[in-house]
């Protein structure tokens, strides 16, 4: 026979004291759901049009608490507090149910489901990063109970495309810690140490308890780039520390699963990449091990609440799941469902739930990576107005490699495309660099694709010409080097020109003045056919040739 239980009801300041049944649906990390149906005569004026009173309903605050009629001082009271999402009125004067008014509810957690948003965070707490993305939202509908296990610091972190809720639920998810809500508040953390014991045959009707084998042998690897080294973790190496069902069932899975399986995880790069991969892992393992005992049961007890604790026949297990039922002679019950409590890892772990995203384009904010790593920051478009942006980078190149490579790292300003490792929005990398239409291709466009070449900020440029079959290398002062492909060379310059050997042992300059200077440190010959001119480094001239002429007006031997 179900609890006797009374229940008081409010939508707004309006008591709903008859209802035909009532119905709530809660479980980890989602809307909890709640259904009241009733009378139409009781909330409606049955001479104006439907709907026209309990329309109003709607957005407003429903708080609901059932309680034991029967004198059960131990059994504590089943508290909801949610808001009015749909009203659904139902003609059915002919029909057994006659007109009735469905109202729903949800958990105030749903106010936070309101559309994708786009944030990041650099080097913020996990418990930072959650009120932050709940600070805009009304508290005194939507309450938060933020206590992390573990607030590490994240390096970066970004909610893409994602509603708010929805980014704390993939965190959870992510890092491993409890989100849900309690009735009363939206918890994100450490899970309520509330206990209750339910007895068989007084107010546990039925329960079941269910063994699953999970494979669980998994070693989880990532690149660490900083170190050019390749980071792993294996679950094996994990002592989860079960006993009771929760061992045998362990070591069954060992037996059932014997291939040890390889996947790859993206984390962020620096000195902690093999302490933080060796948590994740342990939690992920810990998550598999919780999830391999459940048990579900039904309850008259009111006092079972999500995400406590229930103890049956002497063993902890915390709720995961749980329906709440009554009628309008207040016949309670509710069936739940729990996990281990030996172990307090979140059950809804998965260290890969990560942030998906396809091509971005982005502009460059700075470039003098601290490292030497040829990095970057970039800010997306999504993050200008947030004044965010990424942390450093790397950049896609033809080549690279120790004091060698294609070194060439985009300007202060430009646009560049940017890809993601494995679709993680959290794991940026630079593509290439791109036009826009105050970064045009200038001098260099060209009707018939003629024109490759090179340019440097300063103007230091290389232009290949596929129409000429030229080469023209010029610099900032205009100075050039052409080929001008028939086999012809041309050197420029404006102010002058040297061309030196050995550090200046051999100099050849000119300059704009008209001067030209020709400097050897031993000898300087000249040859033309069988006549040379030959000046040593002692003083000696050597002049060599059929006829020697020498004209002047005035010549001195001396």
Not at 38 to 59: H, I, P, T, W, Y
Not at 139 to 168: C, F, G, M, N
Request: hydrophobic fraction near 35%.
């Amino acid at each position: 026979m179900a609890l006797q239980t009374i229940t008081d009801l409010f939508i707004g300041d309006l008591p709903v004291t008859v209802f035909k049944s009532i119905l709530l649906n809660q479980q980890i990390g989602a809307h909890h759901v709640l259904q009241i149906v009733c009378r139409m005569d009781v909330l409606e004026d049955m001479s104006l049009a439907l709907g026209e009173q309990s329309k109003n309903f709607l957005g407003e605050t429903l708080t609901m608490e059932i309680q034991s009629l029967e004198g059960f001082g131990t059994y504590k009271p089943l508290q909801f507090m949610g808001v009015v999402t749909q009203i659904k009125t139902i003609k059915g004067h002919e029909a057994s149910n006659g007109d009735e008014i469905v109202i729903t509810a949800q958990s105030p957690s749903f106010l936070a489901d309101d559309g994708y948003h786009y944030k990041s965070h650099n080097e913020v707490s996990l418990s930072d990063i959650i009120g932050k993305t709940f600070e805009s939202y009304d508290t005194s509908k939507l309450s938060l109970d933020i206590r992390p296990k573990d607030d590490i610091t994240i390096d970066y972190s970004v909610q893409h495309h994602e509603s708010s809720y929805a980014y704390a639920r993939r965190l959870a998810s992510q890092y491993g810690e409890w989100f849900y809500y309690d009735g009363v508040k939206l918890v994100f953390g450490e899970p309520d140490s509330e206990e209750i014991s339910l007895i068989y045959g007084v107010d546990l009707k039925e329960y079941q308890l269910s063994l699953i084998p999970q494979s669980q042998k998994y070693k989880i690897f990532t690149n660490d780039y900083l170190t050019n080294q390749v980071q792993e973790k294996s679950t094996s190496d994990v002592s989860v520390g079960l006993n009771g069902f929760n061992a045998f069932v362990s070591d069954k899975s060992d037996e059932i699963f014997t291939q040890e399986t390889q996947f790859f995880h993206a984390t962020f790069n620096d000195a902690q990449v093999q302490n933080r991969l060796d948590k994740l892992v342990e939690k992920q393992r810990k998550a598999i091990a919780v999830n391999q005992v459940k048990i579900t049961g039904t309850s008259d007890n009111p006092g079972v609440k999500l995400g406590s604790l229930v103890k049956v026949e002497g063993v902890n297990y915390r709720v995961v799941k749980v329906t709440h039922t009554n009628n309008d002679i207040g016949d309670y019950e509710n069936h739940f469902e729990g996990v281990t409590s030996e172990d307090s890892t979140y059950p809804l772990t998965d260290i890969n739930s990560f942030p998906k995203s396809e091509t971005q384009t982005a502009i460059i904010k700075e470039n003098t990576d601290p490292e030497g790593l040829g990095r970057v920051r970039v800010q997306f478009h999504w993050q200008k107005m947030l004044g965010e942006m990424t942390p450093w980078i790397r950049i896609v190149t033809p080549h690279a490699g120790g004091d060698k490579g294609f070194h060439f790292i985009p300007e202060v300003g430009e646009e560049v495309l940017v890809g993601f490792e494995g679709g993680n929005a959290e794991h940026p990398y630079v593509m290439g660099s791109l036009y826009n239409g105050t970064g045009k291709a200038g001098a260099f466009k060209g009707g018939a694709n003629d024109i490759k070449a090179l340019q440097t900020r300063s103007g230091n440029k290389l232009v290949m010409n596929d129409n000429d079959g030229s080469v023209t290398i010029t610099d900032h002062g205009t100075a050039s080097m052409m080929m001008d492909g028939s086999g012809n060379t041309s050197v420029s310059t404006n102010a002058k020109h040297t061309t030196s050997v050995g550090k200046n042992a051999c100099k050849l300059e000119m300059d704009s003045d008209g001067n030209v200077s020709l400097d050897a440190n031993e000898k300087l010959k000249i040859t033309i056919g069988s006549s040379t001119v030959e000046l040593l480094k002692d003083g000696t001239i050597k002049v060599n040739g059929k006829t020697i002429t020498i004209m002047g007006d005035d010549i001195g031997i001396g």
